[in-house]
């Protein structure tokens, strides 16, 4: 019998290789290390008397220094034992707990239409990367040495070009036999019911092939050359080969890392696919990155597999410590004895490109070597949510501690953590006269301490948790810089719900982020609390056309014309019912990006303008003097977006596929 590659995957990982070994061996105890998974024994295959004989659980290998036999669970039990293949998979299948696999011929006719479509990818990969040496691809190239890439490493990532045609791809794969069906089937052409002539997914794009565990191209990212294009960025769709959210970019390249002689600590989870190949460039070979979007739960548990504490690496700004506190509650349910995760903060405004860029891998070193532990990366998120300066507060923080610890599944991790959380809540809450001598009873200042009062160490730098906004001082109040929220919606807003109401169905892929957008404009927020009510009773049954008359009913019908106004005079199209699903998806991340960096900045705003009340609490005038400019510059960058005539990358004129059309030049 014939069994998936994903079958034997699935019960080699279920079952550490030394379980299977250890059977038939007695472990050294000197030389062995269990909690790192590293066993050596007297070889089986062969007498001696000294521990020559080692098996490490993270490769899921084994190897002998004397006689040199070496393989996997499967091979130490056909070489060993003298069972059948079919009996070592069944032995290991039962340690597994896993059923073994009926005989199902269209299993297997699947398996082999995967292996054919590996074949069409593999087809694809090679045209793209013969297309970056053309004439055609001359700006492709141009822009991979202005990132600073050399000729091997392009080589190495296998990037090439997907040319500025509608059936370039489509026609070489024809030219080369490959039926039209597998071409549809490995998601390279746009087709459907409601276009008439099929034509290439990719175009005037750099390519980035997507490997799988087994370094078969499953897939492609490919990043726009166009200034106008719809998406800088975008994956294929979902295929046979392809699920975006169980694959990691470079996921082979660090595995190999990591099991290699010379092997590297941990695996580093990065941004995006140039994050991973600069930093590969730089010597840093035990790197991935997700597909564009956030980190699933199938991506973290492919990174447990490799390493047990894996570093999660963000950008330092807003969004990036967004998407750090995101990765906390992901691994928090799963975390295990020796199993979590840590944090590591890139410098604001910097991405691992720029760190090794001029000084080489000393940087993001420095920057790895400070990572957090989740522990504290939890403490630091609710620390920072709030004021805590009166008794009501304080029991809020510790009775949202305890909640959020008690999603830990695993009943001795979860006994630690709330240990640590009651060590901290107590350090945090004694009196600051125990620390300084001072005042008796409470905070100093309204709560600026962390653990035992030192801000440094355990409260966020530069947070001001003692200043509120009404506390700004006269000074701030002259400068003009604070400002409050506008009755028109904003440009980026009004596409956020011009485009659920007219694509509703993309809250059937992305309700949870979809439904949590925070609107500043009160219309807005109306509209936006009607719109889910109604979408949860539907479902996936919703309508734009039922959606519409459903809240026009409500009263909301001329902020939609409203809205629609505002998008048609900005020609941002992929917002208005005309738009693709696939553009109107696109657009969508785009604008909530964007939405997500300006909610990002007013925040960092308001936390200057907490610093500089404590400031002038202090009468610190170099301290004012200091924020305020800082302060000052995060509004220009405020005001600069806010007046922004194309406000989302990537949009332009109405040039793009409309619904039941393939016209159009980017996609």
């Not at 597998?182 to 019911?193: M, S, T």
């Not at 990065?270 to 991935?288: C, F, P, R, S, T």
């Amino acid at each position: 019998m014939r069994f998936s590659n994903d079958f034997l995957d699935e019960i080699r990982d279920r079952v550490p290789i030394s379980a299977v070994v250890g059977r038939r061996v007695a472990w050294d105890r000197k030389k062995t290390n269990v909690s790192r998974g590293d066993y050596w024994a007297c070889c089986p295959f062969h007498g001696e008397k000294s521990p020559s004989f080692h098996c490490e659980d993270r490769k899921g290998r084994y190897h002998c220094f004397g006689c040199g036999v070496s393989g996997d669970h499967f091979r130490f039990l056909t070489d060993l034992e003298g069972l059948s293949f079919p009996e070592a998979v069944q032995q290991i299948a039962d340690m597994a707990g896993i059923a073994m696999p009926k005989a199902d011929p269209q299993a297997e006719r699947r398996e082999k239409e995967r292996t054919t479509l590996q074949d069409v990818m593999e087809m694809a990969t090679q045209f793209f990367q013969d297309q970056l040496q053309t004439a055609s691809g001359a700006r492709a190239r141009a822009y991979l040495r202005e990132r600073g890439l050399s000729g091997r490493t392009i080589e190495t990532f296998r990037l090439g070009y997907a040319p500025e045609s509608r059936n370039a791809l489509k026609e070489y794969l024809a030219g080369k036999g490959v039926p039209k069906e597998q071409i549809e089937a490995c998601g390279l052409v746009r087709h459907g019911p409601d276009i008439p002539v099929s034509y290439d997914y990719f175009r005037d794009r750099i390519m980035f092939p997507i490997l799988s565990s087994r370094d078969k191209v499953i897939a492609f990212g490919g990043r726009a050359m166009a200034q106008d294009a719809m998406a800088k960025y975008m994956n294929s769709p979902e295929t046979e080969l392809f699920h975006k959210g169980n694959v990691l970019f470079n996921f082979s390249r660090a595995r190999r890392a990591l099991q290699g002689a010379d092997g590297a600590d941990t695996l580093i989870a990065v941004e995006g696919y140039m994050d991973v190949i600069a930093l590969y460039q730089a010597g840093i070979e035990n790197v991935v990155a997700p597909l564009g979007t956030a980190l699933t739960e199938n991506q973290l548990d492919l990174m447990w597999k490799m390493t047990p504490v894996p570093v999660l690496c963000f950008d330092g700004d807003g969004a990036g410590q967004r998407a750090a506190f995101r990765g906390v509650d992901l691994a928090l349910p799963h975390l295990k004895p020796g199993r979590s995760v840590r944090f590591a903060m890139l410098p604001d405004g910097k991405d691992p490109d720029d760190l090794v860029k001029q000084d080489g891998r000393a940087p993001f070193d420095k920057v790895l070597s400070e990572a957090r532990p989740l522990a504290e990366m939890l403490w630091l998120r609710e620390l920072g949510a709030g004021q805590f300066d009166t008794p009501e507060k304080r029991a809020e923080l510790e009775a949202r501690m305890k909640q959020v610890v008690a999603v830990i599944a695993d009943e001795n991790v979860r006994r630690h953590y709330q240990q640590d959380v009651r060590d901290r809540l107590n350090a945090f809450f004694q009196p600051a006269s125990a620390n300084r001598g001072e005042r008796r009873g409470g905070f100093d200042g309204g709560n600026r301490g962390g653990r035992g009062g030192d801000k440094g160490k355990q409260g966020r730098p530069g947070t001001g948790f003692s200043a509120t906004s009404a506390g700004v001082s006269d000074r701030l109040a002259r400068s003009g810089l604070v400002k409050g929220h506008q009755d028109q919606p904003a440009l980026r807003e009004s596409v956020l719900a011009l485009t659920i109401v007219n694509h509703p169905q993309l809250l059937q892929d992305e309700y949870d982020e979809i439904a949590s957008i925070d609107y500043e404009n009160r219309e807005l927020q109306k509209l936006w609390s009607s719109l889910l009510t109604i979408a949860a009773g539907a479902g996936a049954q919703l309508t734009r056309e039922t959606l519409i008359a459903r809240l026009e009913e409500q009263g909301h019908g001329g902020l939609i014309k409203s809205l629609d106004q505002q998008i048609r005079n900005a020609r941002l199209w992929t917002a208005t019912e005309i738009a693709a699903a696939e553009d109107a998806g696109e657009g969508y991340r785009q604008a909530l990006s964007l939405h997500k960096r300006t909610k990002a900045l007013r925040r960092q705003r308001i936390e200057l303008e907490r610093e500089v009340a404590e400031a002038t609490e202090a009468e610190d005038g170099g301290r004012i003097d200091q924020v305020i400019g800082a302060l000052h510059q995060v509004q220009l960058e405020i005001t600069r977006m806010e007046n922004q005539e194309a406000i989302i990358d990537g949009f332009g004129v109405m040039s793009g596929r409309v619904k039941g059309a393939a016209t159009g030049h980017n996609s």
